[in-house]
């Protein structure tokens, strides 16, 4: 069940679509009118959230090709019982360390590097833990695009903590002692569900 309001889901839509026939189609007649779709697309988009227009207006049109969901990846790392989490500075709030998934990179090369990049620590991925769809999970805010989230447990290979512009803070938590966490990046369901499979490795991987 989405958990992301419905005028959102809908001018998402929209913009997939407006953007897969853009693509795709070579009448001027039709392209108007997808250009038209999209256009309705950032409007919902504006009304919803209260962002000026021209914002949605702007990164819909740097958007071409199929629409497809986006790639998150997350490291669950753990040491002595507690979990590995990153303060990111766009918001001052903690996470897992991760981002987006890079072209040429498989996902499991896409959240070592990040791990790496963001916390100091080499790590391994061990195993694919979780693939949820976030707008089924109440991350917020929602946004533009779709999204899938990759959680992948690690193993660490060495390295110290060792913050950086983006995450100026590393450290260790117990599920006891969460910090605020970065809600549109993860949620404490979501740590809670990366300590259970830490503990029991034969756990089939989540999905959606």
Same mark, same amino acid.
């Given at each position: 069940? !989405?958990? /992301?309001? %419905? @005028? +959102? @889901?809908?001018?998402r839509r929209l913009q997939a679509l407006a953007q897969t026939g853009l693509a795709y189609t070579s009448n001027e007649y039709d392209r108007e009118r997808y250009r038209s779709v999209a256009d309705g697309a950032a409007e919902l988009m504006s009304? %919803?959230?209260?962002? #000026?227009? /021209?914002?949605?207006? =702007? @990164?819909?049109?740097?958007?071409?090709?199929? $629409?497809? #969901?986006?790639?998150?990846?997350? $490291?669950?790392?753990?040491?002595?019982?507690?979990?590995? @989490?990153?303060?990111? =500075? $766009?918001?001052?709030?903690?996470?897992? #360390?991760?981002? +987006? =998934?890079?072209? !040429?990179?498989? #996902? =499991?090369?896409?959240?070592?590097?990040?791990?790496? /990049?963001e916390s100091g620590f080499r790590v391994k991925a061990m195993k694919l833990a979780a693939v949820y769809d976030r707008a089924r999970h109440p991350h917020d805010p929602p946004l533009p695009f779709h999204v899938y989230k990759m959680f992948f447990l690690c193993e660490i290979l060495g390295g110290t903590a060792t913050p950086s512009r983006e995450t100026p803070a590393v450290d260790f938590f117990s599920l006891t002692a969460l910090p605020p966490l970065s809600r549109s990046r993860i949620l404490s369901e979501q740590i809670f569900r990366m300590f259970e499979h830490a503990k029991d490795l034969s756990l089939p991987t989540d999905f959606d």
């Open positions: 069940m !989405n958990s /992301e309001p %419905q @005028l +959102w @889901l809908l001018a009304v %919803q959230c209260g962002t #000026p227009v /021209e914002t949605f207006r =702007a @990164l819909f049109g740097s958007q071409d090709g199929y $629409a497809t #969901p986006k790639v998150d990846v997350r $490291a669950a790392v753990f040491r002595d019982g507690k979990v590995l @989490l990153v303060r990111e =500075a $766009a918001d001052d709030l903690w996470t897992m #360390p991760g981002g +987006w =998934a890079d072209v !040429n990179d498989s #996902p =499991a090369q896409s959240v070592e590097r990040e791990t790496f /990049e």
